[in-house]
Every structure is written in structure tokens, then in C-alpha cells.
């Protein structure tokens, strides 16, 4: 059967991952690179042969119910993931010694962090007893951009500034919106300071574009 696993965008990885994969229940995984030399293709498909992965959801259904694990599979350039659910599979007695949980650790990639964790708070204050994908950008590559911004905080005009806002290669998550209110509070802390006007909120890309993640955005070439 077809089974699709190549996002064209970085968007579509993480939207595939954080939306669909983690929701269902997968959470354990291998993250791998395909060196140069080698088809990505091929270890595609190798991959998804070993393991099974490319089953029907009815065959997915029948494995969860007698207690074995599904697996995905999926490549954004030449960076994969193999990420299982709950119960046994040969895939996990293969890779024992490098299986990781994404509710402990985060996969790290393009700049973000992605992991599964329970909730803060709700909107009404109380505990949040649920679980949820969380995406924002990865602490080092956060902790540049805020160095970043505070140094041209004083030094770029309103648009320039606005400009820098608009070109941050990251879709709005909520953690990753609170990541650019920080940032966006930081200019404006600077500005104010030394008399300057300040960035109105509007230079906030602060809603999430939905895409179908196996799909090239018009004008993107897919590189397999």
C-alpha cells in the first residue's frame, strides 16, 4: 500500500508530528540522518519494509488491541524520525539503546523542540490534567534571537524591526507565540528606555497557517 512519509517543508514535518503522531499515542522514537552519498530514498523505504510501517489503520487498530506497537515514519530533507506507540515490536528491541520518550525528551529540529507533555493551566485557572504537543523554539536558538533583538532593538527602525519579526522561520505554536511576545517586549523595553516608538503587536505573525504536510506549497520544489 502507498504510505506517505517525505514532508516538502519543515512546516509539514513538525505540523505531522506534533498534530497527528504525538495525539495517537506515538511517543517513542529514533532520529537519524541520511548521510550524503545515500539515496533518501532508499533507506525510506528500507526502513518502512523492516519494520511494517506501512500497514492499514484497521491493521493498526487489531495491533493496539492485542497489545503491540505501531510505528510511523517520517523524512523532511535528510533528517527521519521512526516513532512508535505504546507495546512490543522488534523495533524497539533493535534500538533499545538509543529509544527515546518524547515526554522526557524533546526531538530537536530545524530550530524547534518538540515534545509531549501535560498541561499548565486552563483559561479558567485550574490544573490542566491533560496532555498536549508542545512546539517551541529550541532554548539555545531562542536565546540567539533574544541577544539578537536586544542588540538591534536601538538601532533599526520600526519597519526594519517589523521586517526581522516577519522573517522569523517559525510557525506560531502557543509556546512558541509566548516565545515572541518575549522577544517583542524585550524591543520594546529598549525602546523605551531610550525614547523611542514602539512595535505595535500587529508585528507578530501570531497565527498558525494549517497545511497539508505531504504537500509542496505552491512554487516549493521538493528535493527527494
Known amino acids: 500500500m502507498s504510505y506517505r512519509s517525505v514532508t516538502p517543508t519543515l512546516e509539514g ?5 506534533a498534530c497527528c503522531y504525538l495525539t495517537h499515542g506515538y511517543w517513542f522514537y529514533v532520529s537519524g540522518f541520511v548521510p550524503e552519498g545515500k539515496d533518501p530514498a532508499a533507506v525510506d523505504a528500507k526502513l518502512v519494509a523492516k519494520y511494517g510501517v506501512a500497514v492499514s489503520e484497521s491493521t493498526r487498530f487489531r495491533r493496539k488491541r492485542v497489545g503491540l506497537a ?3 515514519y517520517l523524512r523532511f530533507e535528510r533528517s527521519f524520525l521512526l516513532i512508535s506507540t505504546l507495546g512490543s515490536h522488534p523495533f524497539k528491541e533493535d534500538e533499545a539503546g538509543v529509544l527515546k520518550d518524547i515526554r522526557r525528551v524533546p526531538v530537536k529540529i ?3 523542540s518538540v515534545s509531549y507533555r501535560r498541561g499548565g493551566r486552563t483559561r479558567a485557572g485550574e490544573k490542566d490534567p491533560c496532555w498536549h504537543s508542545h512546539v517551541e523554539i529550541y532554548r539555545p536558538e531562542f536565546n540567539r534571537l533574544r541577544a539578537f533583538f536586544q542588540e538591534i532593538a536601538v538601532r533599526r527602525s520600526v519597519d526594519k ?5 516577519y522573517r522569523l522561520p517559525f510557525e ?4 512558541v507565540r509566548r516565545q515572541m511576545l518575549q522577544l ?3 524591543v520594546n523595553v529598549r525602546r523605551k ?5 514602539l512595535l505595535p503587536i500587529e508585528v507578530l505573525p501570531l497565527r498558525r497557517k494549517v497545511m497539508k504536510p505531504f504537500e509542496p506549497r505552491p512554487g516549493y520544489e521538493v528535493a527527494e
Open 110 to 112: 530545524g530550530g524547534y
Open 172 to 175: 506560531p505554536y502557543a509556546p
Open 70 to 72: 505501531n510505528l510511523q
Open 13 to 17: 514535518f513538525i505540523q505531522q508530528l
Open 161 to 165: 524591526l517589523a521586517m526581522e519579526f
Open 193 to 197: 528606555t531610550a525614547g523611542l516608538s
Open 184 to 186: 517583542w517586549k524585550d
